[in-house]
């Protein structure tokens, strides 16, 4: 019973606690309640006390009663408001409500059947007021409520069975019936009150915890809440924030945060990054844009550090700004956020930024930030294309430096470059260091072929300077390929191929120049990489063929060998040249593979030839790169049963430009086991006589420049006739390219050149008319 009359579930300290609201409710009415009781039982008793004196008992019994309720309301008052009660306190409420419900339910008990009808009358008013009112002035402690609605309503249906009064039947029924309603509602209210008590202990308990988390944030974290009133000025802020910003809500209330951020940066000018007005100024819009916003960065400094905070906030109506009425739009918010210092991750972010965008060796911007700047040029952003010069640059033989100077001083040396080519742009252009040993410019604006020159004149000026690498002066060079946008492409990856394309030629026509972009060298382009692939098939499908052109003794004018030449026709280029296709094949690293066949067939077609005939195959320079170049040759030549005095390797001066040990070790390995090795093409390229000191050849071979020329040109003799008295001195034979008369076979003859090649004897030709032609020029005098 007493579990269904209590309006909540709790547990005993929560239960206390609503006990003690329970009593203050009641409490807060008992000085009306009391004085209403008063004047009723004075009126009742003034009125029927000549009928029965002990009305005025009656009266002191509840004067005894309202003193003890009004006690009870005074000790309340005067002291602090109680946070529990205990279940005594509640008994104690019960029995006086009880008690007060049993004084006033006695009236109509022992009067209702002695007084005069209009008195009847009035006391059954009388008591209907106070069973509801009572009731109702009860209601936060229902127990004590429904005892004295019950006990008076007993007193009164007392009474009125006792009385003839006509009706009271009715009266009777009625009485019950509002009782009964005023018992329901008081469970009803006593319940919603219940409720109420619950959900005030819910809320006041969350906030509890929300104001314990709130503190220990405050305390312990490094971010800060931070509130700004509708006119811009900092309200409740951590006091983090406060110290940080120096803020005195006394002395700044003209200063906004904006303001106030600002004002830590006039402590050191010096911390503070160029772009901090850009940051303050989105924070300035954000705040006048009443919406919210998430991690905004703005500099502040602090004591003499910069520090980096992110800022989160939403804006806060307030609830009376503006007239009634007044449009949110033209209402200004405040704001409620938070900030966290995020110093850390914002130098994390810079770093991986430069990282990403930076080359780290040389401070330039890499390829990524390049193509990026690029595409924006090419309106790729949605802004209107631009028009730029756009140079690729390669160093020159960069790799030697590496090898001879080591790669730290290969590091030196691009640094001085880059250091060199950025001093050298103006402000809006930009330089970058694509990858190894490549840079490209763009010269923003620049669309004249002059300008670009002249740029590239003088940018080659700047970095050809001697650099410093750890005590050896070294000067670099560069080669350079210029392409312009939008002329030559206006797409980034169209516009770069062409600048490469461009340095390509510049490399190609002997470095250490600038070349522009032209569309024959895109033809060029797409050229090559057909020949490429077609080279590719020729070799898989073995579509490629030798012919062997004779090497005549100028002496007996007997064929001495026949030198093996490549050929290749192309179902869709018809006949390439071999000065064509050789490059090709060396640059897609096609050479050792087409060089080993060749060695193959060769060998295998000297089977043919007249026993003693050497057969001269060209080594192409690429083909020492492959660490395995002498077992490949020495396994083929077994493997043909060809007699290695038989075969002759002819290799131009570019092997030296490789790794020399390496090559000379490889050479040597071959002449010991019996190979012949020319040098062809001599008086060409390097000539370096240091090669010819450091291995000894069986035969140099005079490029067929000077022959042509030797009978004309003084020099061309001159230089033949040295090469010829060198190769001579040094036991070497001489085999002269490209004779075609009979005069130049003569001259060569005279000075004791040994053999000759050329159209004068013979042309290139098939194995069958090569191994014809060798047997016609054996006899002596043939
Ligand atoms: N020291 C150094 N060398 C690098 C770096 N990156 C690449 N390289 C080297 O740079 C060289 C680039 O060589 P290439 O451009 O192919 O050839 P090159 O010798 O310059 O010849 P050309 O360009 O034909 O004149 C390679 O040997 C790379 O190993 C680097 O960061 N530091």
């Known amino acids: 019973m007493r579990r269904s009359l209590a309006p909540y579930e709790a547990d005993e300290p929560l239960a206390a606690s609503f006990r003690a609201k329970q009593l203050q409710a009641m409490l807060r009415l008992t000085p009306l309640s009391m ?34 309720a009004m006690a009870a309301w005074y000790r309340a008052q005067r002291r602090s408001t109680r946070q529990t009660a205990s279940r ?28 005069e009808v209009q008195d009847q009358q009035m006391l059954i008013t009388i008591s ?34 006792r009385t003839s009064l006509p009706g009271a039947e009715i009266l009777f029924c009625l009485l019950v019936a509002y009782s009964l309603i005023v018992v329901a509602s008081v469970q009803v209210m006593a319940k919603s009150y219940g409720s109420r008590l619950v959900a005030e202990a819910d809320a006041a308990h969350k906030q509890q915890i929300v104001g314990l988390l709130l503190r220990d944030f405050e305390e312990n974290s490094s971010d800060f809440l ?13 006091s983090r924030l406060n110290r940080a910003l120096q803020f005195d809500p006394q002395q700044d209330t003209a200063f906004s945060l904006v303001a106030l951020i600002a004002r830590t940066h006039l402590q050191q000018p010096a911390r503070v990054p160029a772009d901090a007005g850009h940051y303050l100024g989105q924070l300035q819009t954000a705040l006048s844009t009443p919406l919210p916003f998430r991690d905004l960065l703005v500099p502040v400094v602090i004591g003499d550090a910069l520090r980096w905070w992110a800022l989160t906030a939403k804006p806060v109506w307030p609830g009376s700004s503006g007239a009634p009425g007044t449009p949110i739009s033209q209402v200004t918010p405040g704001w409620r956020g938070v900030g966290a210092d995020v110093t850390d991750r914002k130098h994390a972010e810079d770093a991986m930024h430069r990282l990403a965008h930076f080359d780290a060796l040389t401070g330039l911007a890499n390829r990524r930030h390049f193509q990026h700047r690029l595409q924006q040029l090419c309106g790729h952003d949605g802004s209107t ?57 763009l010269l923003d604006g620049v669309t004249e072929v002059d300008e670009a020159r002249c740029f590239a004149t003088r940018l080659m000026q700047a970095i050809e300077q001697p650099c410093d690498l750890s005590g050896i002066s070294f000067t670099p060079h560069t080669s350079m390929g210029i392409a312009f946008l939008p002329r030559d492409g206006q797409q980034p990856d169209e516009i770069l191929h062409h600048a490469d394309l461009a340095l390509y030629e510049a490399k190609a026509r002997g470095r250490r120049q ?24 020729a070799l898989a499908q073995r579509a490629m063929h030798l012919v062997y052109q004779p090497q005549i003794s100028l002496r007996t004018h007997q064929i001495t060998g026949v030198e093996a030449l490549l050929r290749w026709s192309s179902p869709r280029f018809g006949n390439v040249s071999p ?15 087409i060089g080993l066949w060749v060695l193959e067939t060769a060998c295998t077609a000297a089977h043919q030839l007249p026993a003693g005939l050497l057969v001269a195959v060209n080594l192409s320079a690429c083909q020492f790169d492959d660490e395995l170049l002498v077992d490949k040759i020495l396994e083929v030549v077994a493997r043909s049963g060809l007699p290695a005095e038989r075969l002759e390797l002819e290799i131009t001066e570019s092997v030296f430009l490789k790794d020399t040990e390496d090559v000379l070790t490889a050479l040597h390995r071959l002449r010991a086991a019996g190979i012949r090795i020319a040098l062809d093409d001599f008086g060409v390229g390097y000539s370096s006589l240091a090669y010819l000191r450091s291995f ?87």
Request: net charge negative.
């Open 385 to 441: 294309p631009g028009s730029a010069a756009l140079l690729c640059i390669d160093m020159d033989n960069f790799k030697r430096v590496n090898d001879a100077y080591g790669h730290a001083n290969g590091d030196l040396l691009l640094k001085a470059v880059a250091q060199r080519m950025t001093s050298t742009i103006r402000g809006r252009d930009l330089v970058a260091r694509l990858g190894g040993d490549e840079f490209a410019i």
């Open 514 to 537: 600038a070349q522009f972009f032209c569309m024959a060298m895109d033809e060029k382009a797409q050229r090559r990489i057909a020949l490429e692939d077609g080279l590719r098939q």
């Open 128 to 161: 209907c007021g106070m069973i509801c009112a009572g009731g109702f002035a009860l209601v936060t402690v229902p127990a004590a409520a429904i005892a004295y609605v019950l006990v008076m309503t007993a007193g009164s249906m007392v009474g009125l069975l």
């Open 88 to 115: 005594k306190a509640m008994r104690r409420a019960f029995r006086h409500a009880l008690g007060l419900g049993a004084l006033w339910g006695a009236l109509p008990a022992l009067l209702l059947s002695s007084v």
């Open 35 to 68: 004085l209403v009781n008063l004047f009723n039982a004075g009126f009742l008793a003034y009125r029927l006390a000549d009928q029965s004196a002990w009305l005025w008992g009656w009266l002191l019994v509840l004067l005894f009663f309202a003193y003890q």
């Open 579 to 593: 000065a064509e296709f050789i490059p090709v094949a060396e640059e897609a690293g096609l050479i050792r593979d």
């Open 226 to 238: 931070w509130e700004l009133a509708p006119n811009g000025q900092l309200g409740h802020a951590s």
């Open 696 to 782: 000894p050849f069986h035969k140099l071979k005079i490029d067929r420049s000077f022959v042509m020329a030797i009978l004309q040109s003084a020099e061309s003799q001159a230089i033949v006739r040295s090469v010829i008295d060198l190769a001579s001195a040094l036991h070497m034979e001489t085999t002269a390219e490209g004779i075609e008369t009979a005069e130049q076979a003569a001259l060569l003859t005279q000075l004791a050149c040994t053999t000759g090649q050329g159209y004068h004897f013979a042309r290139p030709l098939p194995l069958e008319a090569a191994t014809a032609f060798a047997a016609t020029h054996l006899a002596p005098g043939a």
